[in-house]
């Protein structure tokens, strides 16, 4: 079954935090944080969410305001902190700034285009001259299908009633990923 979603809306404000943190700061992210801080952020990411998710709905992807798109796009920032959900954050701050469920998923996806399209073409950019592996080569297959399933249960994900699950199924494989981080007694 063909699942068509409707073109994303550009919202060129969203992209100008995340491509700017995203180039200054991957890096440094990548070097520096390591599994405890994936746990954590997993967890906190999680919680974020499940209170975002009980504020009031009272406003439409189509009240988003320049004020709204940089907001959401700092938050869409914060994914480059392994852990972090794209996704997650974008609904949440969406959701905080008021966007009743079904908008703040919509904008969520409007976010994600761009700057997944731009970091794709990066990566392919600095893959240009060296072989990618057969493990590349099946991480992008597996993120591609994702997307497929992804967008199949979008239309589902926006009748929702809570983002409750997502973020309880976030809390707690970040809480067992502390539990192996602790009992491993590393960090990296």
């Known amino acids: 079954m063909l699942v068509t979603l409707p073109f994303p809306r550009f919202r060129p ?24 801080a994936v746990a954590i952020a997993q967890v906190a990411g999680g919680i974020a969410l499940l209170l975002a998710d ?11 305001g320049a004020r709204d798109e940089l907001l959401i796009g ?3 920032a914060c994914a480059l902190v392994p852990g972090v959900s794209r ?5 949440t701050a969406a ?3 008021g966007f009743r469920r079904g908008d703040a998923n919509r904008i969520s ?12 073409a990066l990566k392919l950019f ?3 001259r060296t072989r990618p592996s057969p493990a590349y080569a099946a991480g992008f297959a597996a993120a591609f299908a994702s997307g497929l399933v992804a967008a199949h249960l979008h239309p589902r994900i926006d009748r929702m009633g809570s983002y409750a699950p997502f973020a309880l199924y976030r809390v707690g494989l970040g809480l067992i990923a502390l539990r192996f981080v602790r009992l491993n007694g590393t960090n990296d």
């Open 54 to 64: 009980h504020a009031p709905e009272r406003r439409s992807d189509a009240e988003a």
């Open 95 to 97: 959701r905080l700034l």
């Open 126 to 128: 600095r893959l240009r």
């Open 74 to 76: 700092a938050a869409q």
């Open 87 to 91: 996704n997650g954050a974008t609904i």
């Open 109 to 120: 996806r409007d976010a994600a285009l761009p700057v997944i399209a731009g970091a794709t």
């Open 13 to 36: 404000l969203i992209l100008l935090p995340a491509a700017g943190a995203g180039l200054a700061l991957e890096g440094p992210i990548e070097r520096r944080l390591g599994k405890r």
